[in-house]
């Protein structure tokens, strides 16, 4: 192997491939390096969510760049990613969380979504089986979605190696070589040196311990969550579904009739977890029957646990850093798999272009973190 590349990538998950896939597009010839499997972190973890309903301009610019790749990954890549826009229902159960929908509204509006408030009687309509108790309306988006992680990783994977790129799995990065603050390579657990002048963290729950190997705080804190999936049910519904009350949830019914779903539990477990407990085995389903009290006979035939990577307000960190050739897609806040496309793709125009695609305040590293998604 020739140890020297114009890009290394650390983190084989949605953002580190999509930021090679698109980087290899130009010519590039990258190296992606992975601790463990491709997607063994947080993206392999995840329900498969897509939706455009955020609280921020540039998130949802982003995810509006995500959407359109998304709906041509199968064009593209030659293979199936299981897309499909079934939609998200946001629920709000108190009138404060009804005017929060309402607020945000305008903007959504004005930067393209597709994107309706509900009353109770228009939820029920779009969602017969839902249960509407204490249900005071909801904010709902056609335009939002599903796909399947493993066969978008599987897309890019192909497409990176395509391009002439790499994809090292098991190669654990341990230290990064930094000369006059900046970035020369990197050294792996087993010994072995890869040299690049630009370097991309894009390392998930483990994003702050790679920042400290170059000398870079990042603000990045992982916490656990878990998930679940039944069998195969008949059609119930359509759309995520999602309860903001602080004992809610969040689910929908894959295209093969499973429901997968999960919540965030207060107060959040801090650290990167992988186990599944017994608590959230019998509070998820708990949750979900209160919303859709027809899944009585659905069994929950896999559990799992994993980790979101937190911003202190709830939004990414995509950005160059003081150390030069050193740039981080990171703190995806669990919304990673969804903005991994556009992340893809503006990763590549700030290292090749040296510019930033739009108004990028909400995303640089110096920001002042104060501020909070509204729709995390």
């Known amino acids: 192997m020739n140890h020297h590349h114009d890009a290394i990538v650390i983190g084989a998950g949605a953002a580190g491939l999509a930021s090679a896939y698109q980087l290899s597009r130009r010519r590039m010839k990258v190296l992606v390096l992975e601790k463990g499997y491709p997607g063994c972190g947080s993206t392999g973890r995840c329900i498969g969510g897509i939706r455009q309903q955020f609280s921020t301009p540039g998130a949802i610019r982003l995810m509006r760049e995500s959407v359109r790749q998304f709906r041509q990954m199968e064009a593209e890549f030659g293979s199936t990613i299981e897309y499909y826009e079934g939609g998200y229902l946001f629920l709000a159960h108190d009138s404060a969380r009804m005017e929060t929908f309402r607020a945000i509204l305008p903007l959504q509006r004005e930067l393209g979504l597709r994107i309706d408030l509900l009353s109770p009687e228009e939820c029920l309509k779009l969602v017969p089986v839902l249960n509407g108790d204490g249900l ?58 890869y040299y690049s002048d630009v370097v991309l963290n894009a390392c998930g729950p483990w994003a702050s311990a790679v920042g400290k190997m170059a000398g870079v705080e990042l603000p990045v804190t992982a916490e656990g969550h878990e998930a679940f999936i039944t069998d195969r049910q008949p059609r119930l519904f359509e759309t995520m579904i999602v309860d903001y009350r602080s004992d809610g949830c969040y689910f929908y019914q894959r295209t093969n009739g499973q429901v997968i779903g999960c919540y965030s539990p207060v107060p959040s477990r801090p650290g990167i977890h992988s186990e599944a407990t017994r608590e959230f085995l019998v509070e998820m389903p708990r949750r979900a029957l209160r919303l859709v009290p027809r899944l009585e006979t659905a069994r929950v035939i896999r559990h799992w646990g994993g980790s979101y990577e937190m911003t202190p307000d709830g939004s990414p960190i995509i950005d160059r850093t003081p150390v030069k050739g050193y740039y981080v897609a990171v703190g995806l806040s669990g919304h990673g798999f969804m903005f991994a496309p556009a992340i893809g793709t503006f990763v590549s125009q700030i290292i090749l272009d040296d510019v930033y695609p739009f108004d990028w305040a909400e995303f640089k590293l110096d920001r002042d973190y104060s501020r909070n998604e509204l729709m995390k």
Request: zero cysteines; a negative charge; aromatic letters at 8%.
């Open 136 to 193: 005071v309306g909801g904010v709902y988006s056609s335009e939002d979605g599903q796909a399947y992680p493993f066969k978008v990783l599987a897309g890019y994977i192909s497409g990176i190696r395509k391009n002439g790129a790499e994809v090292l799995p098991y190669t654990e990065v341990d230290d990064l070589i930094i000369e006059q603050q900046t970035v020369k390579g990197v050294r792996t657990r087993d010994g072995g040196t």
